[in-house]
């Protein structure tokens, strides 16, 4: 730890760990407050490797994100020879990964409640040049207030432009939730990150994922097959408009396949339909 880090922070337990380091509870020595240190040991980091250029923009993309309802703020980072340190917002509640391990399946109003706020992150993210590229339950905190959704970790977020048409490069992601085109090595543009938030919604339905395998090279199999199911005995109560979301959303051509926005503005449709519907 850094004596500027040391000398403004007291450093509690760990609450989390990573392949590159760990995350920490810490103190605010000034307000007493509490915050999460995110402390990235550089050694682990291949110099000029992909996971090098991400991790250590990462600062730099949530200054650029903050602040944000949806989005996790950052604080104030601190720098040595061996660690690169970020303060952040401590959410101080479970992520959705273990709400869906003690959940199992969210009810439909549920799960549009947590993906329209992730939609609103990643629609934000994606009008300020940046492609989070790693969109998972594990990724997806909910705050101290019960409902309160925060996406989380950009180790593996870059920058890109519309304007240009640059392409993104790179096999990023988690298996389950990595676009097909991601894994077919094809260059590819932000909306991996649309089809990676409607697995994490189809996984909160049905309690289990849309692309299925045993092992990495089956899942991978699946996903770039993108043979998409609803099985009756779990989508059978599920809205029509529900499963057309997630047919654009996971849309194998990613030129019909939803932007952020559009999924975006299907839901606030969906959720405007459905409070008429109360009204009456």
Partial sequence: MTEALKRDYQVCEEIGRGRFGAVFRCISRISGDSFALKSIDKRLI???SLDSQCILTEPKILEFLSPHPHVVQIFSTYEDDSHLH????????????????????FSESESRLVITQVLQAISHMHRSGIVHRDIKPDNIMFSSEENLVKLTDFGSADFFSKESGEAVRGVVGTPYYVAPEVLAGREYNEKVDVWSAGVVLY????????FYGETVSEIFEAVLRGNLRFPT????SVPSVVKDLLR?????????????????????????????????
Avoid at 203 to 210: E, K, N, R, T, V
């Fill in 233 to 236: 005995r779990v989508f059978q």
């Fill in 46 to 48: 291949s110099g000029d």
């Fill in 248 to 280: 654009r959303m996971l849309c194998k051509d990613v030129s019909r396949r939803f932007s952020a926005d559009q999924a975006l503005s299907k839901t606030s449709m969906d959720n405007k339909a459905r409070a008429v519907t109360d009204l009456i």
């Fill in 86 to 105: 970020i303060v952040m917002e401590l959410c101080s509640s479970q992520d959705l990964y273990r709400r869906i391990i003690d959940k199992g399946v």
């Fill in 203 to 210: 996984i909160m339905l049905a309690g289990f994922p849309p």
